[in-house]
């Protein structure tokens, strides 16, 4: 049998970092080496410590970090796990494009995955709005999307993963955002010709989809080669 696969959580107080905690039991090749998040939280729902950011230097061994934090707290696990030569699975969002580069070069060192959106559906919905694009020339693209109060960032990193694929069809697309209540994540992708439109929507119900998606891609990204990966690349 192989050794367990060693992940550490960064963000781990967090609605994400909550969610990954409760659903990693259900995959049997993963074990917790650390859930990290700010001293302000002693510990999660499931009563697991945290190891405080501020000794992220000083965390366990692990074999994959999974963060779900916030861009001003991307730089230090992404160098963490270059350091350690770890693999890396993100799913923050609202990124500056400087640590988007950083995060390519880290590709030459270790394995990384970031993806804006862990869902299959949205993968699916990215193929079909590429697939539109192309065919629907000199129509009109909106994206519309809507999440729940407590987000920072707008537009979301789906909205923007979508509108590039409306981009490579050749679409010039624009974007509206909605925060209202506890939306965990929609997101409309209209195309509006001369007296007919199309609509492509995707609606998240609870953030149990992002998780698994994201601990299924740690388990499958651990001690491979380095290289940037895409969610596609280690699905089943
Ligand atoms: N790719 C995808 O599929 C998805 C991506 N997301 C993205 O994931 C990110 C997290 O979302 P969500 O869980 O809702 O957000 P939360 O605000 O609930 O969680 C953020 C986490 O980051 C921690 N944090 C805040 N500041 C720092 C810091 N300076 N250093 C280290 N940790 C810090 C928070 O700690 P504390 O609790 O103390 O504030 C918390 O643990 C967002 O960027 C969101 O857009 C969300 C869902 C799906
Ligand atoms: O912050 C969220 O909640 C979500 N963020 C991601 C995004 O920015 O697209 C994914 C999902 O929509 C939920």
Redesign the pocket.
Known sequence: MNAPIRVLI????????QTLLRLMAEQPSLTLAAAV??P??ETGLLGQPFHP?AELDAAPDFDVAID???P??FD?ILALCAKRRTAFVS????LASQQRAVLQAASVQIPVLW?????LGVAVLEDLVERAARTLSGWDCDIVESHHT??L?AP??TALTLGAAAGRGGADPRYASLRAGDIV?EHLVQFAGQGERIELIHRATN?DI?AR??LHAAARLAGRDPGAYRLRDLLD
């Open positions: 960064h963000g781990a107080s967090g609605r994400m970092g998040a700010p302000v939280a950011v779900f934090s916030l001003v707290a230090g799913g923050t969002t609202g993806a804006s959106n862990f869902s407590r987000k960032d979301s990193g994540g953030r992002f998606g994201a």
